[in-house]
């Protein structure tokens, strides 16, 4: 139960840092399409710096057997997602940015700082697993879904900042190799600001609509309810049932963190991508805004189902 208070206070301090940028822009001090700019670094700055930051401890074989739980969860649950969105898509007739809500989580923004303030700052690091599987295929399936186009410019991906972020991290993390100080406060700087600007990016983009309208659109409730409810609920089946509780010692926890990243809200990154190919960036924003308003309730129930169960 305590999990589960902490989880929702940590929620709406994230919620309150939207609204920031709503007030921003109702009260003239920026305008909604000022927020570009910003989706820009969090995408290609914030991002990767998370990336990075979160590998820079240290090598110990017990890190590495939880950091291959943590990643054969998050193949796991994004092999659940792709696939089934992929089955549903006609017959529940999803577009892209529906499609990309489903599947793609706040996994970096969102998790980082709840993860750090719930379960404490050592267990970040089982949350880049998660983030690896979800940045690579965001970079190739996800692009590939938001643009209408298959991703086969494999120069493009594999010199985007994500990818080489990936690799950086891995390297440095495999050699032990620790970054000077300057430069991992640099880094580190960058990655503590993720929240707070992916916050205000959603916030901003909506400052300009009205939010008893945003209520009124019925479709947003049944994404959120895939994405919030359904999804989480088969995760949580998969890690209690199928035998995940006895490859680590600490697996209760390292699943759970899976568990916070697989149902968590709609990824800003939806958004901000929207923005960046000229999409449909308000309907993304209408998906995030509801789902993290949502979430408030339904991460701290999942993870109370999932403790119950455990």
């Known amino acids: 139960m305590e999990l589960s208070i902490l989880l929702a206070e940590q929620i709406v301090a994230l919620f309150l840092m939207m609204a920031a940028g709503y007030v921003l822009v109702k009260a003239g001090l920026f305008e909604s399409k000022d927020s570009k700019v910003l989706s ?9 710096c998370v990336v990075v930051n ?29 696939g089934l969105t992929r089955l549903v898509q006609k017959p529940l007739h999803l577009n892209p940015i529906e499609k990309m809500s489903v599947i793609y989580s706040n ?3 969102l998790i980082v700082p709840l993860v750090s303030s719930v379960l404490g ?28 186009e298959p991703q086969k410019n494999y120069k493009k991906i594999l010199l985007n900042p994500n990818i080489i972020a990936i690799f950086a991290g891995v390297v440095l993390f495999a050699g032990g190799i620790r970054l000077p100080v300057p430069l991992r406060d640099c880094i580190g700087g960058f990655a503590d600001m993720i929240g707070p600007a992916s916050m205000l990016v959603i916030g901003m983009i909506i ?5 008893k309208w945003v209520f009124r659109q019925k479709r947003p409730y049944f994404i959120c309810f895939i994405r ?3 999804f989480p609920l088969l995760f949580i089946a998969v890690f209690c049932f199928a ?11 390292i699943l759970l963190v899976v568990l916070l990243a697989g149902s968590a809200p709609a990824a800003a ?42």
């Open 243 to 253: 035998g995940m509780q006895g490859l680590h010692k600490d697996a209760e926890y």
């Open 121 to 148: 700052q050592e267990w970040v690091f089982y949350s880049t697993a998660y983030m690896v599987v979800q940045t690579l295929l965001l970079w190739t399936h996800g692009i590939g879904v938001i643009d209408r």
């Open 269 to 310: 990154m939806v958004t901000q991508l929207a923005q960046i190919y000229n999409k449909d960036a308000m309907y993304a924003s209408v998906i995030n805004v509801m789902s993290i308003i949502f979430c408030i309730i339904s991460m701290p129930a999942m993870t109370l189902l999932y403790e119950y169960l455990v």
């Open 228 to 230: 919030l409810i359904a």
């Open 40 to 48: 820009n670094i969090v995408v290609y700055v914030c991002s990767p």
């Open 207 to 211: 400052g300009n609509i009205d939010l």
């Open 54 to 82: 979160s590998f820079q401890i240290t090598l110990t074989k017990d890190k590495i057997m939880g950091l291959l739980l943590a990643a054969a969860g998050a193949v796991i649950v994004h092999a659940l997602l792709v």
């Open 107 to 109: 996994s970096g923004n």
